[in-house]
């Protein structure tokens, strides 16, 4: 059975692991701090290379950022990282063959190969967190688009520029739906600027709380809708720190209530907190 190193990239944190066809994990997940310059981002990759190069058959980088068609580069700026990052030669970093995906569409493809979507050969998954990530999968494949970068969660929210969001844009659905959307509504409905997501959860049971969540599930509800009736999709996959809070029957039933394409089910993610690790390792080996 072949093996991969699988590295999930992100802003803070870098893993990695040994990851075989099946999605199993194989070795113990090593764990570094993301260093603050290129230089030093590159130096850890080639660490992490060279200790298990002669284990595994591909390395299969999961990382921030949207990445290319050939699945071998950085597409543009994350905003979380060196800004050099995008210019990362990934496949200078190994004579194995490199594989590099976006985070988001690993964990998407973990979640139809192994998790809660799997056998659902159309999904959608939203992973909510500080941000708002999303992977497509259509007719089993991965859906990347022209260049690469579909999935991107920035259609717009409503037309009044009423909120920023980090792609520079105003009222994109990331601005709502994210953990920093949950705390910017609740600053807006109390008024009050210290205010924190975890005031809100711990203190559900306030009706002032109680508003905000709804607003702001609400707000993930209308974007689900939206990504149903485009995609028609056999289902919806939350994922991410924040989807442990949601209602997901709410959510189900209230948007299979208001879609005009046919019923579909809204579910949590259950690949793992390493799911784009594995996802990428899966898409590195081609496991379908």
């Given amino acids: 059975m072949r093996k991969a190193l699988g590295i999930d990239v992100g802003g803070t944190k870098i893993y990695s692991a040994i990851i ?15 260093p603050k310059t290129f230089a030093e981002i590159q130096a850890i990759f ?13 390395i299969a980088f999961s990382t921030c950022g949207a990445v290319n068609k050939t699945n071998d580069g950085i597409l543009g700026s994350t905003g979380n990282i060196a800004k050099e990052y995008p210019t990362m030669d990934f496949k200078s970093l190994s004579k194995k063959p490199v594989f590099v995906e976006n985070d988001a569409n690993c964990a ?4 139809y190969i192994i998790g809660s979507s799997k056998n659902m ?12 990530g999303g992977g497509i999968i259509i007719d089993g494949k991965l859906y990347k688009g022209k260049s690469g970068a579909a999935g991107e969660m920035h259609f717009k929210m409503r037309t009044d520029k009423h909120r920023k969001c980090t792609c520079g844009s ?23 600027k210290e205010i924190t997501t975890y005031d809100v959860i711990e203190h559900i049971d306030r009706p002032i ?21 485009l995609f028609d999709p056999d289902v919806v996959v ?51």
């Fill in 238 to 288: 939350l994922s991410g720190s924040m989807a442990e809070f949601v209602d997901i029957e709410y959510l189900e039933k209230e948007a299979n209530s208001q879609i005009v394409t046919q019923p579909f089910k809204v579910v949590k993610a259950s690949a793992g907190n390493y799911s784009g690790m594995i996802g990428a390792a899966l898409l590195a080996m081609g496991v379908k």
């Fill in 170 to 192: 105003w009222d994109c659905f990331e601005a709502y739906a994210s953990g920093t959307g949950l705390k910017k509504t609740a600053e807006e409905i109390s008024g009050d």
């Fill in 108 to 111: 998407a493809w973990a979640e």
């Fill in 209 to 229: 709380m109680k508003k905000i969540f709804d607003v702001w599930q609400n707000d993930i509800l209308e974007g689900i809708i939206g990504l149903a009736n």
């Fill in 46 to 58: 080639k660490e992490i290379i060279e200790k298990h190069d002669k284990e595994v058959d591909v």
């Fill in 121 to 132: 050969p159309y999904s959608v998954m939203i992973t909510l967190g500080t941000g708002v």
């Fill in 20 to 34: 075989n066809e099946k999605g199993e994990i194989l070795s113990e997940i090593e764990k570094h701090h993301t």
